[in-house]
């Protein structure tokens, strides 16, 4: 079949399940879990694939759920993803009373755009033309929220790496993917409401602990602490714009009593452009604490944990979502951002980007800040049944034609690293300071 009936095929179906499409993002939204505990989420798509007949894997990285779709022909494997976590956000209006967690970020119509799709491409009609498989993939813990619970999580054996999608790389779980694809709710003006292309940050997150004795006489934890973030701020200086850095952070965990617990913790982040300028401002952070241990003669624990890869869009897979995008809302409707033009965020999509060819999307639909106890989804057509549409358009020029597309996209993509390489890289990341040396 001509492959613009296979295209209108599928968003003829994706139209007449529309509510309930719409449906699934609502229930999920009432039903927020954050990363590595999404089990009733995960048990949301588990049942929505069993319905569509599609053969699923469970309990990937804890909670990740991944089908396989076949067409009729052999040929690439294409991952349609969407994030089964939630954030805390204590004052969002849909936020759990008992957990604080909240889709504020809209990973809860991520689920229902992937379904979807599948809805969508589940045709024999559009079936018998592809030369290729679909995997439906929702994974686990994007957000790089709750560390010291994921450390421990870690300690015990039950994660390698802090993220859902470093996590399922580890395991092995994107092997049989070819080529990924998702898109992410945005806030975004009236004209457009689709967008391609941009880049991320990457990051480096610290838990800093400063222990002093028992019966010392001054706060001198809570006071090294302070003494640390007033330096770290003062650093503030010597930050390129090229290098897109952020620095931010809380504390933690106060230390409590002047007699018995001496102890506070800092947590901090830092992004930056590059993982070259990232190292560099890593070490500045790790100067200013060891400098408030040495100042208020405490010691300091410093543990570095790796963040996400920036994210790199593959050129013509962008391209297949611009052309597709614009077909379904006209010219003037799709945003292309410059690849230099990095958002201050991260996701480990960028750390997949490393490794196969992905494409990050943006649809709006969305108000309020990302995050915030105000994001709210407005708009359910522009927030989850476009990117379906979007999405199973662009699987089907992948693989319609004897799959002449992906093929064209894996022949010329040049991974930036190998699997080995990556986990490597991220493994060698780690690290844990403790200043000044004892002994
Ligand atoms: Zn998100």
Not at 101 to 107: K, P
């Amino acid at each position: 079949m001509e492959i613009n009936l296979l295209k209108r095929l599928a968003c003829e179906q994706i139209d007449k399940h529309s509510l309930e499409i719409q449906n699934i993002a609502e229930e999920v939204l009432c039903h927020p879990e954050i990363g590595f505990q999404e089990v009733l989420t995960a048990k949301r798509v588990e049942s929505e694939l069993n319905k569509l007949a599609i053969p699923i894997n469970t309990n990937l990285a804890v909670t990740g759920v991944k089908g396989k779709l076949s067409g009729a022909h052999s040929g690439p494997n294409i991952g349609i993803i969407s994030e089964l976590d939630a954030l805390i956000v204590k004052d969002h209006p849909h936020s759990n009373p008992a957990t604080h967690s909240a889709h504020a970020c809209g990973h809860n119509c991520q689920i229902a755009m992937m379904i979807g799709c599948m809805i969508g491409l589940n045709q024999e009609l559009i079936l018998k033309d592809l030369h290729g498989s679909i995997s439906p993939f929702a994974v686990p813990a994007e957000e790089f929220i709750d560390i010291p619970n994921r450390l421990t999580l870690r300690q015990k054996g039950g994660i390698t790496l802090l993220g859902g999608k470093q996590e399922l790389i580890s395991l092995g779980h994107f092997e049989d993917i070819d080529i990924a694809f998702m898109c992410h709710t945005a806030t975004g003006s009236r004209e457009k409401v689709f967008a391609v292309g941009g880049s991320s940050t990457t990051h480096v997150t610290k838990i800093v602990t400063f222990s002093d004795e028992p019966n010392s006489l001054i706060n001198s934890t809570q006071n090294a602490a302070s003494f640390a973030i007033e330096s770290l701020n003062y650093n503030r200086e010597i930050f390129q714009s090229s290098h897109t850095v952020r620095s931010h952070g809380i504390i933690i965990r106060p230390s409590e009593s002047f007699a018995q617990d001496k102890q506070t913790k800092v947590e901090w982040r830092i992004r930056a452009s590059d993982l070259d300028s990232l190292s560099k401002y890593s070490e500045v952070a790790d100067r200013c604490f060891r400098a408030a241990a040495l100042s208020l003669g405490c010691t300091v624990v410093i543990e570095t944990i790796p963040g996400y890869l920036p994210m790199i869009n593959d050129g013509q897979l962008q391209s297949v979502f611009e052309s597709n995008a614009t077909r379904l809302l006209g010219n003037n409707r799709v945003l292309t951002i410059p690849a230099s033009e990095k958002s201050g965020g991260s996701t480990d999509m960028g750390d997949l980007s490393h490794i196969i060819p992905v494409c990050h999307p943006y649809c709006t639909g969305a108000t309020g800040t990302g995050h915030g106890k105000d994001y709210l989804i407005k708009d359910y057509k522009t927030s989850v049944i476009n990117p379906a549409k979007i999405m199973s358009m662009v699987t089907i020029d992948l693989l319609a034609n004897k799959s002449s597309k992906a093929f064209s996209i894996m022949n010329d993509f040049k991974p930036l690293l190998s699997r080995e390489k990556y986990l490597d890289l991220q493994y060698s990341r780690f690290g844990t300071e403790v200043y000044p040396v004892i002994g």
